[in-house]
């Protein structure tokens, strides 16, 4: 198993869509993307996977593209900042490699798996896990043996998994956001509970 996902070559169609886009965005970071925020915090915070303009440009988890912007104003809102600006929380993705079309397959998400669940162990404080989305919901509940009929996704729901709370959330990406399926306040408010129940 490869300890780090900047060294992993696992699923050629993602490795193969990298030698495509290192050509077309020669400035893109265009390699896997580790989470950021910090480990010591009691939450960590899953997407989905790194948006082409955004984490894929960057290589910083949750930057640069229109859902990182909703995220960040929301956990801004939510008080998830400290007084000196440390952040309360940790951020990272289900999928650690852009997709091509931004549409994973179950076998690369199940691949990846190993890296979130590296990262969850690593979270030592760890109390409460948001999941942005169905797939982040899924590969989360693997990381602890648990089946996806076990526990189904629900948006603004929360439940026990093992020794942590499991928040769910839809993903806040530009169409959900456009479309008012998620709504700012409605994340908001979930990004709220979170933080009163897990540091309050």
Sequence with gaps: MNKSPELCRSCERITNNFEVLRGKYPTYHNMPVRGRGDLDSKVCIVGLAPGLHGANKTGETFTGDFCSNILFQCLVNAGFYAKDLRPLFYLTNAMKCLPPNNKPKISELDQCRQYLKNELDSMRNLR?????????????????????????????????????????????SKINIQTGRLLEKSLTNILSSVKHETYD
């Design 128 to 172: 409460s896990i948001v999941a942005l989305g169905v797939n982040a919901h899924n590969s989360i509940i693997k990381c602890y043996h648990k089946k996806v009929g076990e526990l189904i996704f629900a948006h603004a729901t929360k439940r026990r998994l093992g020794d942590y709370v499991l928040y769910d959330s839809y993903h806040c």
